[in-house]
C-alpha cells in the first residue's frame, strides 16, 4: 500500500513542536506544549495525530515520547516527490511546463530554473 504524506494544518502544527526539538518528547510535554500554542486537546485526540504521523513514517514513538523520524526538508522532499508522481507522471519537465503555462515567470524565476537545471546536468 502506498503511503501518503500529506498532513493536515493541525498535524503541521505537532509537527512544528517536535521540529523545535532534537530529541523525544514525553507526550505530557507535548500536550502542554501544544496548550501553549493554543490547541487546548485531550491526550486523546494529541495521540490519534501521533498515530496517523507515525503511520506515515513521519513520527517515532517510543512508550511515552515521540520524536520527528523526518526532517522539514526531507517530508517536503517526499510531498514533492509524491505531487510529481501523482500529477505530472513523476517527470519534473511535465510539472515544469505545467508551471510556466499557468504563469508569468519572471526573467529572475527563468534564471534560477536554468540554474537548478545546470547543477542537475552536472550531477
Given at each position: 500500500m502506498k503511503?501518503?504524506?500529506?498532513i493536515?494544518?493541525?498535524?503541521?502544527?505537532?509537527?512544528?513542536?517536535?521540529?523545535?526539538?532534537s530529541?523525544?518528547?514525553?507526550?505530557?510535554?507535548?500536550?502542554?506544549?501544544?496548550?501553549?500554542?493554543?490547541?487546548?486537546?485531550?491526550?486523546?485526540?494529541?495521540?490519534?495525530l501521533?498515530?496517523?504521523?507515525?503511520e506515515?513514517g513521519?513520527?517515532?514513538r517510543?512508550?511515552?515520547?515521540?520524536?520527528?523520524?523526518?526532517?522539514?526538508?526531507?517530508?517536503?522532499?517526499?510531498?514533492?516527490?509524491?505531487?510529481l508522481?501523482?500529477f505530472?507522471?513523476?517527470?519534473?519537465?511535465?510539472?515544469?511546463?505545467a508551471?510556466?503555462?499557468?504563469?508569468?515567470?519572471?526573467a529572475?524565476?527563468?534564471?534560477?530554473?536554468?540554474?537548478?537545471?545546470?547543477?542537475?546536468?552536472?550531477?
Amino acid at each position: 500500500m502506498k503511503i501518503n504524506h500529506k498532513i493536515t494544518d493541525t498535524e503541521q502544527s505537532v509537527m512544528e513542536v517536535l521540529w523545535e526539538r532534537s530529541e523525544a518528547v514525553a507526550t505530557r510535554e507535548l500536550l502542554e506544549l501544544m496548550k501553549e500554542k493554543g490547541r487546548n486537546w485531550k491526550r486523546q485526540t494529541l495521540n490519534t495525530l501521533l498515530f496517523r504521523l507515525e503511520e506515515k513514517g513521519i513520527v517515532s514513538r517510543t512508550r511515552a515520547y515521540a520524536k520527528a523520524a523526518m526532517s522539514r526538508e526531507e517530508l517536503y522532499q517526499v510531498q514533492t516527490r509524491e505531487i510529481l508522481d501523482d500529477f505530472y507522471g513523476g517527470k519534473l519537465s511535465n510539472f515544469v511546463a505545467a508551471l510556466v503555462g499557468s504563469t508569468n515567470m519572471t526573467a529572475e524565476d527563468a534564471d534560477r530554473v536554468d540554474a537548478l537545471l545546470e547543477g542537475l546536468r552536472k550531477k
